[in-house]
């Protein structure tokens, strides 16, 4: 995560030391700004997202708020979700971003 003025909750699946690469602590409840994370995104609309070994190119990712970017990443795995409805992307998953 870079250069948020708030913190990231919920959806984070493990937060690690970016230095050493080991679990600081499993199912944070947030990250903020400089920590490294795992998490698990579900869009809110459609985008072409690829794995990034599969295809680079599609495969990365920028987060913005507010006119600045707040973390970059990579995507490990991709899931088909055909059953979230769009008009109401909360009906049938945990939580979201």
């Given amino acids: 995560m ?46 072409c997202v690829e794995n990034f070994q599969e295809y680079p190119s599609l495969g990365h990712f920028t987060i913005r708020q507010m006119n600045h970017t707040v973390a970059v990443g990579i995507t490990k795995d991709v899931e088909n979700m055909t059953t979230v409805s769009y008009d109401n992307p909360t009906s049938n998953i945990d939580m979201y971003y």
Wanted: glycine share 6%; charged share 25%; hydrophobic share 35%.
């Fill in 2 to 47: 870079l250069n948020s003025p708030s913190e990231i909750e919920l959806g984070d699946k493990l937060k690690i030391d970016y230095q050493t690469g080991e679990t600081i602590e499993a199912s944070s409840k947030f990250i903020k700004s400089g920590d490294l994370a795992t998490v698990k995104l579900v869009l809110l609309q459609p985008a």
